[in-house]
């Protein structure tokens, strides 16, 4: 068993490149989707944060830092 790639030109499967088939010797096709839509759903959480927002993100884990019985708390 092996891959061939191909794409669907509304009638049939026109294979890219050759392909090592018999005459009517069976296939499975699979139609994959299309890669366009194979974007990554969490892209859109990736950026950048204002200085602003890093400070403040910075001093809200502070507050959830632990502080052991002998240390001070800064």
Known sequence: MYA?????N???FV?????????NQQAII??????KKEEKPHLKFI????????????LALMD????DADE???
């Open 4 to 8: 061939v790639k191909a794409f669907y």
């Open 10 to 12: 509304g009638n049939v």
């Open 15 to 23: 294979p890219i490149g050759s392909v090592r088939a018999k005459m």
């Open 30 to 35: 699979t139609l994959l989707d299309d890669e």
């Open 47 to 58: 950026g950048t944060l204002s200085q602003e927002s890093f400070e403040e993100i910075c």
């Open 64 to 67: 959830t830092q632990r502080v």
């Open 72 to 74: 001070s708390v800064y």
